[in-house]
């Protein structure tokens, strides 16, 4: 439940690197349609990031239009599908009463996505915040999407990929950012130290210093 705000403290570094598109994954129910509004919303050709969910997302992109996505970043993601414990408890959410009186995620909810040193007050409501601001009905729609494994597929992905993990998530293990690594065959994992599942809002610099260094090295993969 993250909009355009969760890139805010990047987005002066990363307009260093090249123009930037936001992809818009309020509207929709599944992974494959998210990729393929995606798709229809990018530019030509273009390198393509994505968090959390969102690496789901740009995978299935990458996957779809090999040749549109010049390089793929994918920070705090898996490869894994959902467990049964995830399943059963987004169903459980989907099914609640008084959606519509949806004002964003609990507070320990937004706690257990940060490093401890960055669980504070005025970043713990800026997340709740963005999910208030997409509401009941995208709340209950993104807890009916079913994340299934594509690990099997991840030898698909043509392109150079970044894998970025946090030391400190507690959603993501780097265990699965290995995973990325070992199956996506141009790929490098790197590990950013101190931040929590939200990289971006946590090491905004760390991160955007780490995509800035690997697009470098990578000729003609730059915007």
């Known amino acids: 439940m993250l909009d355009r705000d969760l890139w805010t403290d990047a987005q002066h570094g990363l307009q260093g690197i090249g123009d930037l598109t936001y992809a ?6 599944s992974i494959e349609a998210m990729s ?21 997302v740009a995978r299935e992109a990458a996957r779809r239009a090999p040749r549109r996505v010049l390089a793929l970043v994918l920070i ?10 995830q399943a059963q408890r987004m169903a459980a959410v989907a099914r609640a009463p008084n959606l ?10 937004i706690a257990s996505s940060l490093a401890a040193d960055h669980a504070d007050e005025a970043t713990i409501a800026r997340i709740r915040a963005m999910g208030d601001r997409l509401g009941g ?30 030391a400190e998530d507690r959603l993501r293990s780097l265990a699965e950012a290995q995973e990325l690594q070992e199956g ?5 994992l ?15 610099e760390s991160m955007v210093d780490a995509i800035a260094a690997w697009l ?7 915007p």
């Open 36 to 56: 393929g509004r995606l798709l229809d919303d990018a530019p030509e050709r273009f390198v393509l990031i994505g968090f959390s969910m969102g690496g789901y």
């Open 76 to 85: 705090a993601t898996s490869s894994r599908e959902d467990s049964d414990i």
């Open 190 to 204: 790197i590990t950013i130290a101190g931040s929590g599942h939200m990289i971006p809002m946590e090491a905004p």
């Open 24 to 29: 818009d994954f309020s509207r929709d129910g």
């Open 137 to 166: 009905e995208v709340f209950q729609r993104q807890s009916n999407l079913v994340r299934y494994s594509d690990t099997e597929c991840l030898a698909d992905i043509s392109c150079p990929t970044l894998v970025i993990a946090a």
């Open 216 to 222: 470098g090295s990578l000729p003609g993969a730059s």
């Open 100 to 109: 519509s009186k949806f004002t964003g995620l609990s507070r320990r909810s």
């Open 184 to 188: 996506i065959r141009q790929s490098t």
